[in-house]
């Protein structure tokens, strides 16, 4: 999938928080996304999944070359559009495997029972948990890691054609973060494209982006490879954005 943005300015309860955002991810690119927080990041993956919150005041999203901007969620998502939040919610009442069923029915209409499991269970053996996690109910009492494996989950069973992943590094042991960082190398590919968001460059050592970019006041503040996210971890953000 062909994301791109175009000249992006949106607002939130009245507060302008991404000033022109453009960018192109092409198929099989992963592209990393950093910088200081409020600066607009979670916003930027709320604009894209298509969250109601949030104004697109100017600017457009295309995926493939088409518009999606007038395209509620849930429709992008079948389209292939996932977003993995930097805080998951609690869903009460909804176990991790009846989300997890509906989401591969979503991707797969005529997946029957049999074959939901048997990938289900190379899933979970691939992020190193057992049945029984699946069997809570999503996110409630989860700890901040079994909250970020259940997301890795709903990607693994969505299998999109781009991801956006918020944070997905935040609060994880150094082992954790090499597994889910590995089952999303997993997915790399000519049909798997994805904005990666995080503050840490050790995600990125994992993951190999083609590009990585620092998104500041809402707007992109400098774009390139892999040595930006380091000099960013050496010299904070501040001589980028008094650019
Ligand atoms: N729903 C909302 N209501 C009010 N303000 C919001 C809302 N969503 C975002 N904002 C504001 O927009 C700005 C950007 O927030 P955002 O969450 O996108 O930043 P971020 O770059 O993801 O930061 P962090 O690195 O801390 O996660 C902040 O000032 C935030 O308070
Ligand atoms: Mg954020």
Do not use: W
Not at 49 to 65: C, T
Not at 156 to 169: M, R
Not at 218 to 233: C, D, Q, T, Y
């Amino acid at each position: 999938m062909k994301l791109e943005l175009r000249d992006l300015h949106v607002s939130v309860e009245g507060k302008n928080v991404l000033n022109g955002i453009s960018l192109v991810i092409n198929p099989g690119e992963v592209h990393a996304l950093m910088g200081p927080n409020g600066g607009g990041k979670s916003t930027l993956s709320a604009v894209i999944a298509g969250h109601p919150r949030y104004k697109v005041e100017q600017g457009d999203i295309l995926v493939d070359g088409k518009s999606i901007i007038q395209m509620p969620a849930y429709e992008r998502a079948r389209l292939g559009v996932f977003l993995s939040f930097q805080h998951p919610v609690e869903l009460q009442g909804v176990s991790l495997s009846k989300l997890l069923l509906m989401l591969a029915k979503l991707r797969n209409p005529s997946l029957s029972i049999v074959e939901f499991k048997r990938c289900l269970l190379k899933n979970l053996q691939n992020i190193g948990v057992d049945e029984s996690f699946v069997n809570r109910e999503t996110n409630v009492g989860f700890s901040g890691g079994e909250k970020k494996r259940a997301e890795v989950l709903q990607l693994l069973t969505l299998q999109p054609s781009l991801a956006v992943l918020d944070e997905l590094d935040s609060g994880l042991d150094v082992d954790t973060l090499r597994v889910l960082a590995s089952s999303v190398n997993d997915l790399r590919g000519s049909n798997f494209s994805a904005l990666v968001i995080t503050h840490y460059p050790r995600l990125l050592e994992y993951i190999k982006p083609d590009f990585v970019h620092v998104l500041a006041e809402g707007k992109i503040v400098a774009s390139g490879s892999m040595k930006l996210a380091r000099e960013v971890e050496t010299n904070g953000y501040q001589k980028l954005v008094s650019i």
